[in-house]
């Protein structure tokens, strides 16, 4: 399992129709990504956890993933050996002022670029849904561009793909169709609010038991066996997620981001770091530095 955080480079959209994963790949993985994502789900099962809450994965799911938000996916082969899907990633920033055109979808893209979403996710597409068709056209389309008109395409589509997505996720807020799946899970999701409001402190597996009124070895049961990953392996990853965001958006010191997510050992932290980015805090720190699209 890896930390998979979705750096932009000169590609300023990230895009994949349908695509495949097969024979138990990726079968348990932690994103954020730096922008917006939004995902349709075409066939597999599973679970995501988002926010603390848990979701079931499963076709016709539509999730919109916010900036650095981060997502637990689980996924399940053993019903059905295919996870498809479709997805668009992109830097909102660069994209905005082609929304300012229109103050009411304006409205919608800033909410879910910023906003408190009440939920990621919703369900019950079918492959007849225009969503479904404008990954496809899109798709179809890219084959024709050229450097000219390729902002220009891209933009377009994400224009239009929010334009039909907005009244369906009003309508879903409206009505209330999908709440997270809290009958099973819901002492794991106890878990991780309170990893949520701990990781930045040394993690002591006794007070987190102690906090719920659980033994440490049923809680460390609990949550592995409903996540796929230990306690201390999903803290290391939260923190090390925070600490992209300190790096990206801040000049704060190493050795003080170090300290804000709860490892005063900054050796140990660079390590970590270097285990799940590949690179060291530093060098990680420099090359969003050059990155053309950033996030401000």
Known sequence: MRYDLYKFNENILHFGYRRTSINNEHMETFHSHLGIELLLIHQGSGTMIVNNRSYEIK??????????QLHHLRLNYSNN??????LAIFEPAMF??????????YAFFRHIYVGKLSSPCFYDLDEQHI???????FQEQMSQWDES??????????????????PLWTEFVVNSKVSPTERKNHQVERILGWI?????????????????????YHLSHLF???????????????????SVRLLTTTTK????????????????????????MDVTPHQYRKRWVNHPFRLE
């Open 253 to 276: 010191p190493i050795s003080l981001i170090a300290e804000e997510i709860g490892l005063i050992n900054v050796s140990y932290f660079c390590k970590l770091f270097k285990e799940q």
């Open 81 to 86: 050996p295919c996870f498809e899907r479709s």
């Open 131 to 137: 969503l479904v068709h404008l990954f496809k056209s």
């Open 149 to 166: 008109n390729r902002l220009e395409e891209i933009s377009l589509f994400l224009v239009n793909l929010l334009h039909h997505l907005k």
């Open 59 to 68: 076709p016709g799911m539509f999730c919109i993933f916010q900036p650095y």
């Open 196 to 216: 949520e409001k701990n990781y930045h402190v040394p993690f002591r597996l006794d007070e987190l038991a102690q906090s719920l009124h659980l033994s440490s």
């Open 224 to 242: 592995k066996e409903a996540t796929g990953v230990s306690i201390s392996q999903y803290i290391a990853t939260r923190r090390i997620h925070q």
């Open 96 to 105: 905005e002022p082609y929304f300012e055109k229109w103050p009411v979808l």
